[in-house]
């Protein structure tokens, strides 16, 4: 951590270890991801007794990785696309830091250009840490925005991206779409594909159906909050062996038991305590999918309370994403970036070339004397087939020497289970506590107010729902940073209380 304003929010109190305790404490995290692992994790430093319950056969929820076999019958590595690891995600971090304290499995993306249909090109190579110098430097050198635009801009309009509050942006922007907003602020077209449709893509959702808060919140985490940067890492080999397998490791050492292949049906009181199918337990983290949760909320009547209910229901699921990923019988040209984002190109949001980074591809890559690539398209409308073929064919115009290149191997991942953030749905949100004492809550789709997000969200709310059951218990929390929860320029948050 680089910040010096990054906030410390401070850990409950209390006893270090819960076997001091009259009677030690049982909990049941449901849901093996990036959450649920967090929460078994700070209350397993504290002494509490732990099961995972984990639907999948694989840690690591969305950022997991598993064997597969190509059609040829060789063995890969396979997961559910690319991620990136901000230096900002400081409780991801913490998470990661258990189990590799120096973060050794991590490798930095040095650069991650974006390009555009008109073959406009952005870069984040070189940017000044501080901000706001740091945002004016990105738009300046843009080839998409030019000096008349910062100009044209609607200050007034515009003085949230820059004055962000953490929960006040949501009161203020989320009954916004992101499109409008940005209109609203003469934000100029061809910037908001580069600069701003790239990151709420990133959101599953195409910025008509995004809230302007959550974009509001991505700007001052990523750029005007933080001096972290936007350079990012990134695992040097698949998701299981960089880090869920020596995070499953250090947390066996800890006592914690795992359940995995075993999906979690329901909750429901056991006298004073709980009962997740058969298992008791003293407290219950629900670190499901949106999926997931709704099933088990919805057939556990001991979880009666109808406002809480409505708000877990409500929950929306974001429009599907593709991964397709290739095994190509010829390298991709040694100048490609790992990582190219694209706006205006439809359907492909970025390509990642895996061999430039991850162990297994690397070694594929040369044993055939090919490469890795894998594509990537959010907020799918389109069947998979023809996805899969325009896909293609914008990796050829891309990158036009894997034309003449065999496909060897391919595989899809298509899903839907990523939660929307959608407009008007803060506030609607469930969060971290619930009605029940003993029940939490942790995901990347709950509600807390700090500014987090994605793979940060996750975590953050996973070291919340942890420290809610330790406080319960008289055992001492786990503290948590953040980016500042305010926008660091006081004239701009007046300016944008004052409102478009």
């Keep these: 951590m680089t910040d010096r304003r990054a906030v410390r929010h401070r850990a409950p109190t209390g006893a ?18 990036i959450a649920g692992l967090t929460a078994a994790t700070g209350l397993a430093e504290r002494g509490v007794a732990v099961t995972v319950v984990e639907r999948e056969d694989e840690l690591g929820g969305r950022v997991s990785a598993w064997t597969d076999r190509l059609a040829d019958g060789s063995t890969v590595s396979m997961s559910r696309g690319f991620h990136a690891f901000f230096r900002q995600y400081y409780n991801l971090r913490a998470l990661l830091r258990r189990a590799d304290p120096e973060l050794s499995r991590l490798r930095p993306v040095a650069d991650y250009p974006l390009v555009d249909g008109e073959g406009r090109r952005d870069t984040f190579r070189g940017l000044p840490s501080t901000p706001p110098w740091n945002a004016l430097a990105f738009a300046l050198r843009s080839p ?6 910062l100009l044209r801009l609607n200050a007034r309009a515009a003085a949230p991206l820059a004055a962000v509050s953490v929960p006040g942006t949501y009161d203020q922007l989320d009954d916004v779409d992101a499109a409008t907003f940005l209109e609203r ?10 600069a701003f449709e790239v990151f709420s893509r990133s959101f599953f959702a195409p910025p008509s159906e995004m809230s302007a808060a959550e974009l509001a919140t991505m700007f001052h985490l990523y750029f005007l909050g933080s001096s972290e940067g936007l350079v990012f890492d990134v695992p040097d080999s698949a998701y299981d062996t960089a880090l869920w397998e020596p995070l499953r490791a250090y947390l066996a050492g800890l006592g914690v038991r795992f359940r995995t292949g075993a999906e979690a049906g329901s909750v429901a009181r056991d ?15 629900l670190a499901a999918d949106v999926s997931g949760l709704q099933s088990i909320v919805s057939a556990s009547p001991d979880l009666a309370d109808e406002e809480w209910r409505s708000r877990v229901l409500g929950l929306r699921i974001a429009p599907p994403f593709l991964v397709h990923r290739l095994w190509l019988d010829r390298p991709v040209a040694p100048d490609r970036p790992a990582f190219l984002a694209t706006g205006g190109l439809d359907p492909l949001d970025n390509i990642s070339v895996l061999d430039r980074y991850e162990r297994e591809a690397a070694t594929w890559a040369a044993e055939h004397g090919g490469s890795v690539v894998e594509l990537h398209a959010y907020a799918c409308a389109d069947e998979v087939v023809a996805l899969r ?6 990796l050829h115009q891309l990158y036009p020497e894997t034309a003449g290149a065999r496909i060897v191997g391919e595989l899809v991942q298509w899903r839907r289970d990523c939660p929307l953030f959608g407009v008007g749905d803060f506030a609607r949100r469930p969060r971290v506590r619930t009605p029940f004492d003993g029940v939490v809550l942790a995901g990347d789709g709950i509600r807390i107010d700090l500014p987090v997000a994605l793979m940060e969200r996750a975590a953050a709310t996973g070291w919340h729902a942890a420290n809610c059951l330790l406080a319960r218990w008289g055992l001492a929390g786990h503290e948590l940073t953040t980016v500042p929860v305010r926008g660091r320029f006081a004239p701009l948050r007046a300016l944008a209380a004052l409102g478009g």
């Design 16 to 33: 270090a270890d819960a076997r001091t305790l009259r009677h030690r404490p049982e909990v049941v995290v449901v849901g093996g991801g």
């Design 144 to 149: 998409t925005f030019r000096v008349r635009d």
């Design 185 to 194: 602020i003469n934000f100029p077209p061809a910037a908001r594909h580069l």
């Design 271 to 285: 006298g004073s305590r709980w009962s997740v199918d058969g298992l008791a337990a003293d407290g219950v983290v």
């Design 389 to 394: 073929k325009q896909l293609v064919d914008r």
